[in-house]
C-alpha cells in the first residue's frame, strides 16, 4: 500500500534532495537516523531515530521502496565497512555542506561498500580519513548504483575515494564534489575493471587544489566501455586519465590551467 507523504521527508530549505523535500509517494518503510538523539533499540521513526547507518541497513527491507534519511548534524567515525546489502534502497542527508550528515573513515577499509544492485546515496558528507591505507569512502560492487550530491574530501589517507569494481554496471556519480586537501590521494573515482561498463559521471567538480591527485582525479587503467563523462568542472590541475583503449563520451568539460583530459 502507497504512502502519501505531503511536502516529503525534509523542508524544502534543509539542503535534502528534491525527492525527498517534495510531495513524496512511497510503498516502503522509512528509517530515520540521527547519531545526537538515536538509539539502536529505537524503532527508527522519525521521532524515534536510530543511531548508526549500518543499523538502519540492517532493519530496511530489500526491494521494498525503503529509504534511509540521515538528520542534519549526524556524525559517524567508520571503524569497520558500513555494507549496503539491501537492493533497491535509498539513503538521504539532510543538510548542506559539512551540515550534512559526516562520515569519517577510521579504519583500513572502505567506508560504504554497495554490495546490492540499484541503491542510491545522497547528500552525505566524507571528511578526510584518519587511519592510513584505507580503500575508499564508496566502494561500488554491485549494478545501477546512483551517487548524487556527496562531498568528498580527500586527505593524506584517502588513496581512493570512489572505486568501480567489475559488478559496478551503469554507476551515476551525479552533482559530486571532490577535492584535495593534503598530499596523499592517487584517485578521485578509479574503474578497476574493463567490465564497469556504462559509468556516468555528470555534473561533478574536481579541485586538486595545492597537491592534486598523484594519478588522476577520474583515473581507468582499463578498457571500460560506454562511459558518459558530461558537464564536469576540473581544477587544481585536476585530470582525466584512461591508460587503456576506453571508449565511451566526453562533454561539456570545464578545466582550468593545468588540467588536462587523457582518454
Avoid at 102 to 116: E, G, H, P
Avoid at 146 to 159: E, H, L, N, Q, W
Avoid at 202 to 229: K, P, R, V
Amino acid at each position: 500500500m502507497a504512502i502519501i507523504i505531503e511536502s516529503g521527508l525534509a523542508a524544502d530549505d534543509s539542503g535534502a534532495d528534491e525527492f525527498i523535500s517534495s510531495d513524496l509517494i512511497t510503498t516502503g518503510a522509512i528509517h530515520w537516523v540521527d547519531s545526537v538523539n538515536g538509539n539502536n533499540g529505537n524503532t527508527g521513526s522519525e521521532s524515534e531515530p536510530l543511531a548508526t547507518l549500518q543499523q538502519a541497513i540492517t532493519n530496511a527491507t530489500a526491494n521494498n521502496g525503503d529509504i534511509i534519511v540521515l538528520k542534519s548534524g549526524h556524525l559517524q567515525t567508520v571503524s569497520s565497512t558500513i555494507t549496503i546489502n539491501k537492493a533497491g534502497l535509498k539513503i538521504f542527508g539532510i543538510g548542506e555542506g559539512s551540515t550534512a550528515p559526516v562520515f569519517t573513515l577510521a579504519a583500513a577499509t572502505d567506508a560504504i561498500s554497495v554490495t546490492a544492485n540499484n541503491v542510491e546515496i545522497n547528500n552525505l558528507f566524507f571528511a578526510a580519513s584518519t587511519t592510513a591505507t584505507n580503500t575508499a569512502r564508496i566502494n561500488v560492487d554491485a549494478a545501477n548504483c546512483k551517487i548524487k550530491g556527496c562531498v568528498f574530501r580527500c586527505g593524506v589517507y584517502d588513496a581512493a575515494s570512489a572505486t568501480l569494481t567489475s559488478n559496478a554496471l551503469y554507476t551515476e556519480i551525479v552533482s559530486c564534489s571532490f577535492s584535495v586537501t593534503a598530499n596523499g590521494p592517487d584517485y578521485g573515482i578509479i574503474v578497476e575493471s574493463a567490465s564497469a561498463v556504462g559509468l556516468r559521471i555528470q555534473e561533478c567538480s574536481f579541485n586538486g587544489g595545492t597537491y592534486n591527485w598523484d594519478l588522476g582525479a577520474i583515473y581507468s587503467g582499463f578498457a571500460h566501455l560506454n562511459y558518459m563523462y558530461d558537464s564536469n568542472t576540473f581544477t587544481g590541475d585536476a585530470q582525466v586519465v584512461h591508460t587503456a583503449a576506453a571508449k565511451g563520451c566526453l562533454s561539456n568539460t570545464i578545466a582550468g590551467e593545468g588540467s588536462t583530459v587523457a582518454v
